[in-house]
């Protein structure tokens, strides 16, 4: 029952991922909850509006056109232009039958309160909005984040896209500038390179997707230049010369110009919370403007906590799921758990994907933590023999063996795959990182043959030793 100085148990700022989860939550158990956004149409946050739904439709769709086309490597002809009105109208249809969960009608049903304005803080549990002031017990802010702009000279040139307003295309550009190389600018531009574009990828680093393993990011940069993508790594975009016109600049050599029809700027997301009036609820920030959080996502105000892209930490919609997990556990544990991102995983959903889960190699040897790098391509894997991606390749982060006595556990720390489906190939992987399994259960598991997966005891029957002291026991228990 609601304490009665309070209006509501939980005032959440925000209905994306992180606010969606942790209302939904508290209102089954029927504790009274706020919920508030900006507009109707922002409930659902970034992921159902700008991210991860329309995008991976998006990439779905390219999929389809792509196949067709390497169909007729077997005598099909496919002839045509993509409609991308057509494209962005399937992106949309899909977008809406899982809006249907997502709408403020649909939260009222289940009993949340929801409220869509523009809030502020007046104290340190009260929130005002349309006029009226709401005093929450404790207080969650979720309000996302936004695109990092592209802050060059001549960009007031430019129509440039982002995220947010991509989806509003409907011709397809034939020439597509994409500046920056991380999941978001090579999704997009993969898929529109497919649909018909000529892309360019301009990316700072030295290689795509920085924060994989470089034998990783390598094989998913010529599967892309495969496809005709053109890449200019460690360069940038200096300026515009015109709206149809960019100037690189290389890291190493001269200048020189890229004609575009069109723009994609992907070089991050950045936090705000203008308007929110942090400092009246005791709140504190960093000279970057970033909300203090300890450890667990708690504020300077015990009872305001910070969920999702907010905390500035992993921006994925399932980082704001870890973060709705910890707050959950410790609003209602007096054992509080911290956050911690030793088994997140992620995946980049280009063709071939990229999946990353656990702790990398640079994080190991930062802790000092003892490990074997495991890894192996595809090559001689049957099924990616069949189904032609023979170029994929597995790593794993070995715990490595200090003791080799019998029951010692030696445990997944990490790794990461790129092959088609690599999402879906590594869960069992992540789930032997997450649960601290011994690399001996996948050793021991009969795999339906030929399913993709066995790709996963392949490596560790690769590298599985077998001591002298078991060989000769084996050769006596044989003789016997």
Not at 308 to 333: C, I, P, T, Y
């Amino acid at each position: 029952m609601t304490d009665s100085s309070f209006d509501f148990d939980l005032i959440v700022l925000g209905a994306g991922s992180a606010g969606l989860g942790l209302s939904l939550f508290m209102a089954r158990i029927e504790l009274k909850v706020l919920l508030i956004d900006l507009t109707a149409e922002d409930v659902g946050g970034d992921c159902l509006n700008h991210g991860c739904v329309p995008s991976k439709a998006l990439i779905h769709v390219s999929r389809q056109v792509h196949q067709a086309r390497q169909a007729a490597r077997f005598g099909l002809a496919v002839s045509g232009e993509v409609d991308m009105s057509k494209v962005m109208e399937y992106v949309r249809e899909r977008q809406e039958i899982i809006r249907h969960h997502e709408t403020p009608e649909y939260l009222r049903e289940l009993g949340i309160t929801v409220e869509i304005g523009r809030p502020k803080f007046v104290g340190e549990h009260e929130v005002e909005i349309n006029g009226a002031t709401h005093r929450g017990r404790k207080i969650v802010v979720a309000t996302g984040s936004g695109p990092r702009q592209l802050q060059v000279p001549g960009a007031d040139l430019v129509r440039l896209y982002d995220n947010q307003d991509v989806w509003d295309l409907r011709e397809l550009p034939r020439r597509l500038l994409v500046v920056g190389g991380g999941p978001n600018g090579v999704e997009l531009g993969q898929a529109l390179q497919r649909l018909g574009s000529q892309v360019t990828i301009v990316h700072h680093g030295a290689r795509l997707l920085e924060k994989e393993d470089p034998g990783i990011s390598q094989v998913l940069e010529a599967r892309l230049r495969a496809e005709g993508i053109a890449l200019h790594l460690e360069a940038e975009v200096a300026s515009f010369a015109s709206a149809t016109e960019a100037r690189i600049k290389p890291a190493k050599g001269e200048e020189f110009g890229v004609a575009f029809e069109a723009a994609y700027v992907a070089i991050g997301r950045e936090v705000s919370f203008d308007g929110l009036q942090l400092d009246r609820a005791g709140v504190a920030v960093d000279e970057k403007g970033h909300i203090k959080l300890d450890e667990h996502l708690q504020t300077t105000n015990p009872d305001i906590f910070v969920a999702g892209d907010a905390a500035n930490s992993l921006k994925f919609s399932h980082g704001a799921e870890l973060h709705v997990r910890l707050l959950l556990f410790n609003f209602f544990s007096p054992l509080k758990k911290a956050l911690s991102y030793d088994h997140f995983s992620w995946v980049t959903f280009t063709d071939p994907e990229v999946a990353h889960f656990g702790l990398d190699a640079a994080e190991l040897d930062r802790r000092g933590t003892p490990y074997e790098r495991w890894e192996t391509d595809f090559a001689d894997d049957d099924r990616a023999v069949v189904d032609d991606y023979r170029y994929g390749r597995l790593l794993l982060f070995i715990e490595k063996n200090r003791l080799p006595v019998p029951g010692h556990k030696r445990r997944i720390l990490g790794g990461a795959m790129v092959a088609p489906g690599a999402g879906e190939l590594v869960q069992e992987l992540i789930l032997a990182n997450a649960s601290g399994l011994d690399i001996s259960e996948l050793f021991d598991k009969v795999y339906p043959y030929p399913v993709a997966a066995r790709i996963n005891q392949k490596l560790i029957v690769e590298h599985r030793e077998v001591s002298p002291l078991l060989q000769k026991a084996l050769d006596v228990a044989y003789r016997l």
